[in-house]
């Protein structure tokens, strides 16, 4: 038995990793690069629009959108042929771009004109444009409720934008020229690099309150919370540094060097690997969670930025070899779930945690007692993976959540 699940657990981290790739925007020739993550080679080079910098993953993997800050539009890569399949304008220099949790809408920040523009990505139009604060730049989605923030880095502040009406419901005070953010997947928190104070503002999303300020290295600009650890990474483009900070006491537990001008950053889906898009050494840098060293460097195009979350690579490489797995006398139902998921465990197996994942790979929900129900009624419509950890090993189950 033990063996039967030692096997699944390699397969299933050979599969996941072979299927990961970063999309690099390189906003100096106008190109974006793609890096093959189980090799750290560059595969292909794909021309977009003038000035390549926002980019953004579908949940599926399928396509990667890409803000080009200079040509005012949204460059659709099909990641099949890695070719762009679809240019879509939007407002004045285009700079953050998120996917809504349940991949309908694309909220894409105009820095040059204070607005978001709301693209329909089943019709790839615009179909509403939001009026945000001053110099809206980074744009982050909650996993878990329909929210969009927005730093607006002339004015220090967020807008909380609802994604169901998709309007501005709140405006958070924060530091001085918020660039980067980035929304925890399993906490209430929401994390805010302020470039000019070199500090990241910590809010608590259920109130919209900040709640601490953390202390970085110079001039922060990116942010990455990990999907599988209580960590996350900020980008200190001012000397050269990834931040890493524990998320459960707020502070820095250790820097890592890297190439010149960091700007964009984003754990891999498995939370195995850290890909660090260097500005000024038009490099990549490839870092091992795990040690918090620098694995690779790899060169890419001018002026790499990939401001946003750039890495395909889900467990949707391996749902068809997860299906066909013994269950061992475990049933989740109902499925598909509104509400409340239940866990019949015939077998008697000791769970010993459920944790639950939606089509990105990041940890939406964790579950360590009372496993017989869960509630998932918060989290968003969509593909999700429930994996339980059982005293004989792991199983994967997927599931799908219904509004």
Same mark, same amino acid.
């Given at each position: 038995m033990k063996k039967h699940y030692i096997l699944l657990i390699a397969l299933l981290a050979f599969t996941i990793s072979n299927a990961q790739y970063a999309y690099i925007t390189n906003s100096g020739n106008n190109t974006v690069s793609v890096v093959d993550l189980s090799s750290?080679?560059?595969?292909?080079?794909?021309?977009?629009?003038?000035?390549?910098?926002?980019? #953004?993953?579908?949940? &599926? @993997?399928?396509?990667?959108?890409?803000?080009?800050?200079?040509?005012? *539009?949204?460059?659709?890569?099909?990641?099949?042929?890695?070719?762009?399949?679809?240019?879509?304008?939007? @407002?004045?220099?285009?700079? @953050?771009?998120?996917?809504?949790?349940?991949?309908?809408?694309?909220?894409?920040?105009? #820095?040059? &004109?204070?607005?978001?523009?709301?693209? &329909?990505?089943? *019709?790839?139009?615009?179909?509403?444009?939001?009026?945000?604060?001053?110099?809206?730049?980074?744009?982050?989605?909650?996993? *878990?409720?329909?929210?969009?923030?927005?730093?607006?880095?002339?004015?220090?502040?967020?807008?909380?934008?609802?994604?169901?009406?998709? #309007?501005?419901?709140?405006?958070?005070?924060?530091?001085?020229?918020?660039?980067?953010?980035?929304?925890?997947? #399993?906490?209430?928190?929401?994390?805010?690099?302020?470039?000019?104070?070199?500090?990241?503002?910590?809010?608590?999303?259920? *109130?919209?309150?900040?709640?601490?300020?953390?202390?970085?290295?110079?001039s922060p600009y990116g942010v990455s919370v990990s999907p599988t650890e209580n960590k996350l990474y900020v980008a200190n483009s001012g000397d050269n540094t990834i931040s890493v900070i524990n998320s459960l006491t707020n502070t820095v537990s250790d820097i890592i060097s890297v190439g010149s001008i960091p700007f964009g950053l984003s754990v891999s889906p498995d939370g195995t690997k850290l890909c660090v898009a260097n500005g000024g050494s038009n490099t990549v840098s490839i870092i091992n969670t795990d040690t918090n060293t620098v694995s690779d460097s790899i060169p890419v195009g001018g002026i790499p930025g990939a401001f946003g979350n750039f890495i395909t690579g889900n467990f949707l490489a391996v749902i068809d070899f997860l299906e066909n797995i013994e269950s061992e006398g475990i049933i989740a139902f109902p499925n598909p779930v509104k509400n409340i998921l239940n866990i019949d465990n015939s077998n008697n197996s000791e769970i010993t945690s459920i944790k639950i994942y939606d089509v990105l790979g990041r940890l939406v929900l964790t579950q360590t007692e009372a496993f017989n129900q869960i509630d998932v009624s918060h989290l968003s419509k969509g593909l999700l993976f429930v994996k339980l950890e059982t005293e004989e090993g792991m199983l994967t189950k997927k599931i799908i959540k219904n509004n």
């Open positions: 750290n080679i560059v595969i292909t080079t794909i021309s977009v629009g003038d000035q390549p910098f926002g980019v #953004t993953v579908s949940q &599926d @993997g399928d396509k990667v959108f890409i803000a080009n800050n200079d040509g005012d *539009t949204i460059s659709v890569i099909n990641t099949i042929t890695n070719t762009v399949s679809e240019t879509i304008p939007v @407002g004045n220099s285009p700079t @953050g771009i998120v996917i809504s949790p349940n991949g309908s809408k694309l909220y894409v920040a105009n #820095t040059g &004109d204070d607005t978001v523009s709301v693209i &329909d990505t089943a *019709t790839n139009t615009v179909s509403a444009t939001i009026n945000v604060g001053s110099g809206p730049w980074g744009i982050s989605s909650s996993p *878990t409720s329909n929210t969009v923030y927005v730093a607006n880095a002339n004015s220090n502040t967020i807008s909380v934008i609802n994604t169901s009406t998709d #309007t501005v419901t709140a405006t958070i005070s924060v530091g001085s020229s918020p660039y980067g953010l980035s929304v925890s997947p #399993t906490e209430n928190k929401l994390y805010v690099a302020n470039y000019y104070n070199n500090t990241v503002s910590v809010i608590d999303t259920s *109130t919209n309150i900040v709640t601490d300020t953390i202390s970085v290295g110079s």
